[in-house]
């Protein structure tokens, strides 16, 4: 299918009410902190929600534009205009409830494995490479029903699950250990998340480069990027290709996509760390800068429960032989760890969605620099709805995803333009925003001739010919500017 002109998909993007005043953009009024929800129990400077009060937005003197073009306001309800407006029952959540989804989930892939090493043999099935592609056919079936379970230890990590914080932990931390997950260490870190969600110096997850770090590791001039050449789609491809295999991985290790103002961290453990290997940033280690002192046991415990996995599948290995385990267990994880990163770039990175520097950023405002989207059967029933109800999730995560969707219609009348969605397509749509997103969006820079803090309100910007231009910027003094070497 061929793209749309960007003219056209302005509608698609959003949703928009009669009363927008395109060129309005109203002051947000900030949540007091009874108005908002309880996220991880660990807290630092770099967890408070924060405010961003009086912001000098006045009518006709910013005028913002997210990539499509289309004009930006930002948001002016609160949080408790969104709490109110969701029914009471859907707060709701019940523990035998979230159990049966997990009993459902677990049979799953119990039922899948049985099946295949029962049946496709070659006393049922002689030839190889019909039992190699239904073998194939296997772990992908087994990457969806992990990536289900996922979900639900998600759903543990937030207290949604049940009302008893026990029940959730120890229900959170057995299916994410099983799934090679620190679970205290990410609810810890996921909490920070939701917390800074759209702050470009604070949050936690696809933290998008500002220009002048995309120049700097591509090896410009900030200038040069309204001059470039368009990447070439392989170069576009093999980048997500990249993504998608070790995108996690590199993110519990190293906190790739993670925010990389460490020296904030309120007890002194980030001074001189930054993002990368053998850094001390990771989801491993209690001294990590991403955690408090206070959360040391908790980290060692997700330590060992990744101990205790590893080393049945080392003894699965042993046993059977680590061609089987690669099989039943390795590439269905690696499925496992695809859609995970799919999910979450594409929940944040669209080019609808704003990124606000400090000054710009509050919580009502980075909530809803969020995006649902649509993956059919298998996003509502495999994989629990979290694709299509993730902001509502940013408002109040606390919400059981079975409420989701009930709750997610009673808060768009309240969000009015502010609710983004982009359904076209399906299952399909989904998996083509991938590459989209990709294209449209490498970078975030203020909207032209915005002051004041405006300037703080960013949007994605692209070398591609995509959408809004870049941003001509004069070629500066040579003394002044240095070209950074590509690293």
Known sequence: MSQPAATRRVALQRTTTTDSIPSTFATSKSPSPADTPRQSPSSTSLSSLGSADNLDLKAGSNKLLDTYGNEFQVPDFTIKQIRDAIPAHCYERSGLRGLAYVARDVLS?????????????????????????????????????????????????????????????????????????????????????????????????????????????????????????????????ITM?????????????????????????????????????????????????????????????????LAITVSILYLVGQKYGFANLAVWYIIPYLWVNHWLVAITFLQHTDPSLPHYEPEAWNFVRGAAATIDREFGFIGRQLLHGIIETHVLHHYVSTIPFYHADEATEAIKPIMGQHYRADVRGGSIGFMKSLYRSARWCQWVEPSEGTTGEAKGVLFFRNRNGLGVPPVKLPEPNAVTEKKVATA
């Not at 892939?109 to 194939?136: C, D, G, Q």
């Not at 759903?155 to 994410?176: A, M, R, Y």
């Not at 491993?284 to 330590?303: Q, R, V, W």
Request: glycine share 10%.
């Open 241 to 305: 290709m990249g993504q998608q295999l070790v995108g996690w991985p590199m993110y519990i290790i190293t906190n790739v996509t993670g925010h990389d103002h460490h020296e904030r961290q309120s007890e002194g453990r980030g001074n001189g760390k930054k993002n990368g290997f053998l850094n001390g940033v990771n989801h491993f280690n209690p001294s990590s800068p991403l955690f408090e002192a206070k959360d040391g046991k908790l980290i060692l415990l997700s330590d060992l429960g």
């Open 109 to 237: 892939l119990a039922a899948t494995f049985y099946a295949f090493n029962k049946y496709v043999t070659p006393e049922y099935i002689p030839s190889t490479p019909v039992r190699a592609l239904l073998w194939t056919v296997y772990t992908f079936v087994q990457g969806l029903f992990g990536t289900g379970l996922w979900v639900l230890a998600h759903e543990c990590g937030h207290q949604s699950f049940s009302p008893s914080k026990t029940l959730n932990d120890t229900v959170g931390w057995i299916c994410h250990s099983a799934l090679l997950v620190p679970y205290f260490s990410w609810k810890i870190s996921h909490g920070k998340h939701h917390k800074a969600t759209g702050h470009v110096e604070r949050d936690m997850v696809f933290v998008p480069k500002t220009r002048e770090v995309y120049a700097s590791k591509m090896g410009y001039y900030v200038h040069e990027l309204s001059e470039l050449a368009e990447e070439t789609p392989i170069v576009t491809a």
